[in-house]
């Protein structure tokens, strides 16, 4: 090319070589901006702890909210609080998400001439309530859960200064029975507190007291403590389930007896004759007739437990130094609540139980209490008129009220309805007026769940929006009604009322410990029976409508009343149980799927008198054939998540509201009842693929959740030598054993797979017979790694992006089943119960299997005997996962960070942990970053880094304390000491050699209790 | 290789122009003569259908690897057998043009031109699809070791590695190949052509006149070749199958598979040469040089194959069973009978049972028959790598997350634009050199002369 010369050339080079750099500059430039002033207590990179109290349900635990540079990042459960002692469920876990929630109300809202929320002023908004109450205060009510005790009082004092005409509490859940039937029997005012830490035999009666009722963390963990194979002798307390589901909280028992739902309070009257019969010394005097005409024949009949089983339970509550039994939670609570509670807590009493594991405390302060027929009554009186002004707060009574009870129709008829929801659900939806509220970690509160338990909120961020706090509006809006009223309300906001409240305490040590707490519970000591025992009607449960079938509308463990919905988390942990996500299924036999013709998936009409619900069947063993479950929670219309809005459908319900389908029923106590009606069923012929994550039950004989027989454990006690499980009886050779065997099976030291001069190999055990399945752990290892939700279609793919599972094995499994034939997807049987929850994480394999095969080194053997994982290496070949034998990594198909995760959430990401990007694999690290922020002290100081100091997210959730994390160099750590045990302990998949830091500790079959 | 006997040096050295024309360059000449509408159709079709899926991995890129079928735990899918489908494709060319050399085995030169050049071709769309699978395209440089700033090296462990030399040395390897082959017969091209088809072909026949000494270094060349290409025929589908072997996977982790995968490389590398030669054959009239006796012979070899395939097939069962272990019977069992039993059913049919009509010589020489077959096997040594890789992956250790993986919507149009890839390359190798070694078949025809006084090609006479 002659006309380009040389100095042409460069030129060209030049100015091409600028341009395509300038195009390749089109990435937003970021500045880290340091803080100008900055605060005195905050180091940037170093977190900050702060007490506070979870109200995501009634049972009040104890947080510490880590913050890092102002944002709360993740909720953990503070060890000082007597109702968690350090633990935190799953729902306390992503209850961290409401304040960043994408649904939030960011303002106050009006409802405007054209019928839709707009954005107005706090002052306008205030204004606007102000001018409806001086319009007409007696007809003003309020609704909503409980706020806590010193909200409480400031709402009764704002109720009675406006001149409102009430107050109601409302809790769907409430129970009022129990406190009913603790009246009933002895005569006091008191909600019965039970400590299972003591008990040697547990009973329940229908009480899925790991899932919902007062405290189901505490619960799990008295549990635990009482079951302790280690401190314990003869593998601890018995539980028994009696009730006609296997659910998450059956599937922990020691035996599973599927009585007949809604006669448990006849099953706990025949068991407490058995009892008597086999030498139980109890007053029957006390009874008057009540045990007449009682025996185990009659009851068999009634119940569907044969006399034998009767019998035997009777003999072993006689037998028995501490029982708990414990009455029917939400689910099962029928018309006939009160008398079913009553005749449990017989039980307790008569087996001596009263005032030792079933505690009845002393109530010194009364707050207002939920009660339904209260709600009842506001309900009648909405319909008729007189409610002109309606405040909802912490509530969405459109979701979760029975049509029966016409609320809906009521509300329409209310002329103003204001709600202070912080988040949008279909109750705010209607509201002419919302006044967002605060969410927890921006608010101060305190919270008593039981007298003695004084527990605080306060504020961990600055309000992320410009919404203020319920008590604050409520106060500014009767004060701009006049002088009279004002002078009536208490003087200051929130925060002052609340230091008011707790003058006699030192506030501040109170803030650092997060409340106060009272050594012991004050109770009622000596409780006798009152002579309205002999008059205790125990009978069967008042069904109405028609149908082959019972419904019972049970609370979800992972949703609640429907009230976490919302959080996506929740939706995305699959059900503890079936392991759903996302969406709503009806729990059948397998004999009643096969009559009806159904298989997983299609979709079934449930009709009752109520209404009829359309909704997928999940056929399975752990259920009577009488009974059909659905779960409480689902069918929202509202919320990004909560309805299908996230998919592009905004007003569709996710799922099904099960409470649809309920007649409007109350118990004798004028409580809500829930187990109230027959279901008939029928085919769509539609059909609908659930989003499972677990395929399979059966693991086939594989050892990945073991168990081995209590007796086994005595022997294995006695003579720890046999660590090494019996080769298999299977192959050619028939078992014999061979070098290959001997080989592979020779036990190894995990502490081999660190750098010799590496002073720390980390590793793990996980106790799988503590191990509950509640899914806190796998909760708390989403926040805090921050594991992006993908949604319901993607979960259908496989493509959880979860580091943490709970496979549950249902027993040993069967081989013989083909693979891939037509079967029975549940291995479950009626009455049997064996389900080895099995958390499933990344093993930090010595013989990595995934290591090698990387290309890249993007996963690597750290000195300290982690697989490490370099998210910026990788390329994506995912060879690493198909040969990691767990199944434990995941890979980023899409941008999922960047698609599923709607402004604000973004904020509440973990400044620790890498947000990964499309098309990397990524795992569980045993939480490696908080083993680096443990580092930098201890080298400050030139020590180790000592047993303790290094808690892994998922270890910091469990309320069984299930799982162990620590140093295996060191012999003195608590991890080190909980290997030491020959007999229990295995790894998973242990054939394969890849010598994993993780030790399972196999579940304790300890057998139907002996009569 | 040896110079044609029956030219003279003098008359090699006359000005190639003044040659008189031989029935075997004008026959195989023709067929890169002006194209037909058909051809231009065809050609346009297979180009924009090739820019089209390339979109659809280009989407695949911006969005994300999920619009694939990927479902947990099937981590490699589609893409992965249809790279291994492809790089077994590429075995025959080389196992033609290197080994059957190296055994004088003459038959061979009517085919090794296509065969080579469908190595090639289909070594370039193997080699597509490893970028087509991985998350990160636009960092896959990093399994390449070289110098860099970043410290990072590769694992040198990772059969992944062995992949990208494996596959990057075959390519090499065979292009050389097909590029000095080609030299003789572009110096023939050269002498009849004008314009543009011209000035390439001088340049890329390097100045070959066929001198004697050209010739000399010619075959010293080929011979060098095929001694560094004959152990690349096992070396590069072994290394291949340690992809799997190396693996824990059950039904991957095997010794069989070096072997099982050569063979089975070789088996559906002959059925894809009959599948593209028998049209190719009939469309431009070569019948009088490939032959019945050619594609008799290969038939032979796709037998020989089947039967080593097929016997992998019942070695793997039998250990299966024999090793007792749980995880590999039920990975077989699952794969004989599971969700994907249509999948394994065919890989049986189509590669260890249908083939046996190749026993008969009535079979063998029908054109029809060696199509069809051919055919079955190209789709059954599909499914088989479909079997190995998605079923073997479905079924593993951990009954938690067996899933059931099928192919989404862009993974099969990514499929069949592979196909479209590698027949648009030799839909323009047909026209642009000779598709028969011109050179090669002349040789064969003075052998079949001298010793049958006619034999193949019957009716081809020499000059």
């Not at chain 1, 448990?264 to 005409?293: F, P």
């Not at chain 1, 009829?612 to 479950?629: C, H, M, S, W």
Request: net charge neutral; proline share 6%.
């Amino acid at each position: 090319m002659p006309e380009l010369d040389r100095r042409e050339f460069l030129k060209l080079v030049g100015v091409g070589a600028g341009a395509a750099a300038a195009a390749g500059c089109s990435e937003r430039v970021e500045h880290l901006i340091p803080y100008v002033v900055q605060p005195e207590v905050m180091t940037p990179g170093i977190a900050i702890y702060y007490a506070s109290t979870c109200r995501e349900c009634p049972a009040a635990c104890g947080l510490h909210v880590r913050t890092r540079e102002g944002r709360p990042v993740k909720l953990e459960g503070n060890p000082e609080h007597p109702v968690s002692k350090g633990s935190l469920c799953a729902r306390g876990q992503v209850s961290i998400g409401r304040t960043y929630h994408p649904d939030r109300y960011t303002t106050p809202m009006s409802r405007g001439a054209d019928g839709k929320l707009a954005p107005v002023s706090w002052e306008e908004a205030i204004r606007t309530l102000a001018d409806k109450l001086r319009q007409g205060a007696a007809g003003a009510a309020l609704l909503g859960g409980d706020p806590g005790p010193t909200a409480s009082q400031v709402l009764d004092r704002w109720v009675a200064a406006v001149g409102a005409s009430g107050r109601v509490v409302y809790e769907p859940f409430a129970q009022e029975s129990l406190r009913e039937a603790v009246k009933t029997l002895f005569g006091v005012e008191s909600e019965p507190v039970f400590d299972l830490s003591q008990a040697d035999l547990v009973l329940s009666f229908g009480s899925d007291f790991m899932e919902t009722g007062p405290s189901p963390n505490e619960h799990m963990r008295q549990l635990a403590e009482a079951r302790d194979v280690r401190a314990k002798e003869h593998g601890g307390a018995r539980f028994v389930y009696l009730g006609p589901r296997l659910s998450m909280t059956a599937s922990n028992a020691d035996e599973w007896i599927p009585s007949k739902p809604g006669t448990e309070g006849i099953l706990a009257l025949a068991v407490l004759r058995a009892a008597m019969d086999s030498g139980l010394t109890a007053d029957r005097t006390a009874l008057g007739g009540l045990l007449d005409g009682v025996d185990a024949a009659r009851a068999a009949a009634r119940t569907g437990v044969d006399a034998k089983t009767i019998q035997r339970l009777g003999a072993a509550v006689a037998r028995a130094k501490s029982l708990v039994a414990l009455p029917p939670t939400a689910g099962l609570s029928s018309r006939r609540a009160s008398a079913t509670a009553a005749a449990v807590l017989l039980l307790d009493h008569a087996a001596g139980a009263v005032a030792r594991t079933v505690l009845l405390p002393a109530e010194t302060e009364r707050t207002k209490r939920p009660s339904y027929h209260e709600l009842l009554a506001l309900v009648d009186a909405m319909k008729s008129g007189k409610v002109s002004v309606l405040l909802v707060h912490d509530a969405n009574p459109v979701h979760s009220m029975p049509p029966g009870t016409g609320f809906r129709e009521a509300l329409a008829k209310v002329p103003f309805l204001v709600s202070f929801a912080p988040i949008k659900d279909e109750t705010s939806e209607q509201a002419h007026l919302v006044l967002p509220d605060l969410t927890p970690l921006e608010s101060w509160g305190d919270a008593s769940p039981r007298p003695g338990v004084r527990s605080l909120l306060q504020p961990t961020i600055r309000p992320l929006y410009g919404t203020r706090a319920m008590v604050d509006v409520l106060l500014e809006a009767g004060r701009s009604l006049g002088d009279e009223v004002a002078a009536k309300l208490p003087p200051g906001n929130m925060r002052s009322i609340l230091e008011t409240a707790w003058a006699g305490e030192d506030f501040r040590k109170a803030l650092a410990r997060g409340g106060s707490f009272a050594a012991s519970l004050p109770t009622h000591e000596h409780v006798a029976l009152s002579s309205a025992v002999a008059k205790l009607e125990v009978s069967e449960p008042l069904l109405e409508g028609e149908g082959d079938y019972v419904l019972l509308a049970h609370p979800s463990p992972l949703l609640g009343d429907g009230r976490s919905a919302a959080l996506p988390w929740m939706q995305e942990v699959p059900d503890p149980v079936t392991k759903v996500t996302w969406n709503s299924w009806v729990e059948l036999s397998h004999a009643t799927a096969r009559r009806l013709g159904v298989e997983i998936g299609d979709v079934l009409a449930l009709k009752t008198a109520a209404g009829t619900l359309e909704v997928q069947a999940f056929p399975r063993g752990g259920i009577r054939d009488d009974v059909v479950a659905v779960a409480v929670g689902q069918g929202h219309t509202v919320g990004w998540y909560a309805s299908h809005e996230m998919e592009g459908r905004p007003g569709e319900a996710r799922g099904v509201n099960v409470i649809a389908a309920l007649p409007a029923a109350v118990d004798e106590a004028g409580g809500r009842a829930w187990f109230t009606t027959k279901v008939q069923l029928a085919k769509t012929g539609r059909s609908e693929p659930f989003a499972v994550s677990q395929t399979q039950d059966n693991q086939r004989d594989r050892s990945i959740g073991a168990a081995l027989p209590l007796a086994a454990l005595a022997a294995g006690a006695a003579a720890p030598a046999e660590a090494v499980p019996a080769a298999p009886e299977h192959g050619a050779r028939g078992g014999e054993e061979s070098a290959y065997q001997e080989e592979i099976h020779v036990p190894f030291d995990p502490v081999l797979d660190a750098a010799q001069n590496s002073p720390y190999r980390w590793g793990m055990t996980i106790d799988v017979d503590r191990c509950t399945g509640c899914s806190a752990c796998v909760a708390a290892c989403y926040i805090e790694n921050n594991s992006p939700i993908v949604g319901e279609d993607q979960v259908r793919w496989g493509r959880l992006m979860a580091w943490l599972r709970i496979e549950r094995w249902v027993g040993d499994g069967v081989v013989e089943d083909i693979p891939g034939w037509p079967r029975e997807r549940n291995h479950e049987e009626l009455g049997k119960v064996d389900i080895r929850h099995t958390p499933m994480m990344c093993q930090q394999c010595g013989a990595a299997p995934c290591e090698p095969v990387c290309p890249v080194f993007a996963t690597y053997h750290n000195p300290e005997g982690l697989n490490g994982m370099v998210y910026n290496r990788c390329i994506g070949t995912r060879y690493c996962s198909n040969n990691c034998p767990y199944k434990v990594r995941r890979f980023n198909w899409y941008d999922f960070s960047l698609e599923n995760w709607p402004k604000p959430l973004h904020l509440m990401l973990n400044p620790d942990v890498t947000v990964r990007a499309q098309g990397v694999m990524e795992k569980c690290t045993y939480c490696t970053q908080r083993i680096e922020i443990a580092r930098q002290p201890a080298k400050d100081q030139k020590r180790l880094i000592r047993d303790g100091e290094v808690i892994t997210a998922c270890a910091q959730a469990c309320p069984t304390q299930a799982i162990t994390f620590g140093n295996l160099k060191d012999p003195e750590s608590n991890v080190s000491k909980k290997r030491q045990e020959p007999v229990r302990g295995y790894v998973a998949l242990q054939g394969l050699n890849t010598r994993p830091a993780t030790l399972y500790l196999a579940k304790v079959v300890r057998g139907p209790v002996e009569g | 290789m040896t110079p044609p006997p029956a030219m003279s040096v003098a008359a090699m050295m006359r000005p190639p122009t003044q040659a008189p024309e031989s029935p075997a360059n004008r026959d195989l000449l023709a067929v890169m003569g002006r194209p037909s509408l058909y051809y231009w159709l065809l050609l346009i079709f297979l180009v924009v259908f090739v820019h089209a899926v390339g979109a659809v991995w280009l989407f695949q890129v911006y969005k994300g690897l999920g619009i694939a079928g990927y479902k947990h735990p099937v981590f490699w899918g589609v893409y992965i057998v249809t790279f291994v489908f492809w790089v077994g494709i590429a075995h025959a060319g080389t196992l033609i043009s290197a080994i059957l050399y190296l055994f004088r085995s003459k038959w061979r030169n009517a085919i090794n031109r296509s065969a080579e050049a469908m190595t090639v071709f289909a070594v370039l769309t193997a080699a597509q699809f490893l970028g087509i699978h991985v998350g990160r395209i636009w960092k896959s440089y990093f399994i390449l070791p070289y110098p860099n700033q970043r410290g990072l090296w590769v694992n040198f462990k990772s059969p992944l590695v062995w992949d990208t030399f494996a596959i990057s040395t075959y390519a090499t390897i065979s292009i050389l190949f097909l590029f000095v082959g080609l030299i003789p017969d572009i110096a023939i091209a050269r002498d009849r052509s004008t314009g543009w088809r011209r000035l390439l072909y001088t340049a890329l026949s390097f100045g070959w006149v066929g001198t004697a000494k050209q010739w000399k270094a010619f075959n010293r060349a080929v011979l060098h070749l095929s001694g560094l290409a004959t152990p690349l025929v096992l070396s590069v589908h072994s290394v291949v199958s340690w992809d799997f072997a190396m693996s824990i996977v059950p039904t991957w982790h095997s010794t069989i598979f070096a072997p099982y995968f050569v063979a089975g490389a070789i088996f559906s590398g002959f059925a894809m040469v009959l599948t593209v030669m028998i049209p190719v054959r009939r469309i431009f009239a070569l019948e009088a040089y490939i032959t019945e006796y050619h594609l008799e012979n290969m038939a032979r070899f796709i037998l020989l194959t089947s039967l080593i395939v097929g016997y992998s097939y019942g070695m793997e069962f039998f250990m299966a069973w024999y090793s007792g272990s749980e995880f590999e019977r039920s990975a077989w069992w699952y794969r004989a009978f599971g969700d994907y039993w249509i999948s394994a059913w065919v890989m049986i049919s189509c590669n260890a049972i249908f083939p046996n009509i190749l026993w008969f010589k009535w079979a063998r020489t029908n054109v029809t028959i060696l199509f069809i077959v051919s055919v079955l096997v190209n789709i059954g040594m599909w499914f088989e790598r479909y079997v190995i890789i998605v079923i073997g992956l479905s079924h593993e250790f951990n009954p938690d997350v067996w899933n059931h993986y099928l192919p989404s919507l862009p993974e099969l149009t990514i499929l069949a634009g592979s196909f479209a890839f590698f027949a648009m390359f030799f839909v323009i190798f047909i026209k642009l050199f000779p598709v028969v070694a011109i050179a090669e078949v002349k040789e064969l025809v003075i052998h079949e002369k001298a010793h049958h006084g006619g034999g193949a090609v019957a009716h081809g006479e020499m000059h």
